[in-house]
């Protein structure tokens, strides 16, 4: 029989492993993004900060993770405790932002479908830098939390509510509210077209609600696997504020759901990017041939 400090360590490993992956497939995701031309469109923009998110937020907790089983001691000292709490918030902040930001985006463009401004790369660059301004912003309050508490379990009790309402519940009410009314404004603009003769806003609201629906679709998808593999790690984090409601096997249980989210996400880009994804099998059979 394995004993709990083990089981941990195998906990540990798998993470690490399931990380490192993650790391490298938005790595392989993010290149062609970023050297070939055919990708070079505003919808790939988004889905390139996505990526870079993606790998910030999986390189930075497989660290983490390693550090703080084998290298705690160096890991946790007075000057990083504060830094690596607000780090954890911050990394996971960006990618859920990053989510968001795509259907605030959507919902602009949509409601000014004639005007070009709110589809060009500098408003979506514009759009990103907000972004990552936010995710940067929102988790300084946490410098506030205890030095001492957080050298014994972490935040404040406070400060774990703070971090799930910033990582978990405001981003799920911007992407629900922003959503909604993209339905809803598109439902009722082809309801309102279709009565008109008029062939050209016929086929601009279709193709635009084609095109917005399968987008949205896949960023409540993705979405939806971020928050049920977070939200359990930071609702256990409020609960065992001081280090003592669970044991550290559970928690480390608990922290797999997060991983497995990620690595889920990578996959779904994959599958979702149909030019991407034909782009890969090119090279693949040409290396074969």
């Known amino acids: 029989m394995m004993n709990d400090d083990q089981i941990v360590i195998i906990l540990v ?3 690490v492993v399931i990380l ?12 062609p993004l970023c050297f070939n031309q055919r990708f070079y469109t505003s919808i790939h923009l988004f889905t390139l900060n996505i990526c870079i998110t993606i790998f ?20 946790w000292t007075e000057q990083s405790c504060l830094l690596i709490l607000y780090l954890q918030t911050m990394v996971n902040c960006q990618f859920l932002y990053a989510l968001c930001i795509v259907s605030l985006n959507r919902l602009i463009a949509i409601l000014n479908l004639h005007k070009r ?7 979506i660059i514009r759009c990103i830098i907000v972004q990552w301004i936010t995710g940067i912003l929102l988790p300084l309050p946490q410098f506030d939390s205890s030095l001492m508490h957080c050298l014994i379990s972490g935040l404040d009790l406070n400060y774990q509510i703070y971090a799930l309402c910033i990582s978990g519940i405001l981003p799920a009410i911007l992407l629900a509210v922003t959503n909604i009314i ?3 404004f598109v439902h009722h603009s082809t ?26 679709k896949h960023i409540i998808f993705m979405f939806v696997i971020l928050i049920c ?9 409020a609960i065992d504020w001081d280090g003592t409601a669970i044991s550290y096997v559970v928690f480390h249980g608990i922290t797999m759901l997060p991983c497995i989210s990620l690595i889920i996400n990578v996959i779904d880009l994959f599958i979702f990017n149909r030019k991407l994804r034909k782009y890969f099998l ?6 074969r041939n």
């Open 13 to 15: 490993i798998i993470k």
């Open 20 to 31: 490192a992956l993650i790391s490298i497939g938005s790595i392989l995701y993010a290149l």
């Open 56 to 75: 910030l937020c999986a390189t930075f907790w497989m660290i983490y993770f390693f550090m703080n089983t084998f290298y705690s001691n160096i890991l």
């Open 117 to 123: 401004l709110f589809r060009t790369k500098t408003w």
């Open 182 to 184: 993209i339905f809803k």
């Open 191 to 216: 309801r309102r077209v279709q009565p008109m003769n008029n062939n050209d806003n016929t086929i601009l609201v279709t193709t635009l609600s084609q095109r917005y629906i399968r987008l949205l």
């Open 229 to 237: 593999g977070w939200i359990p790690a930071y609702i256990v984090g």
């Open 282 to 287: 090119n090279i693949l059979r040409n290396n």
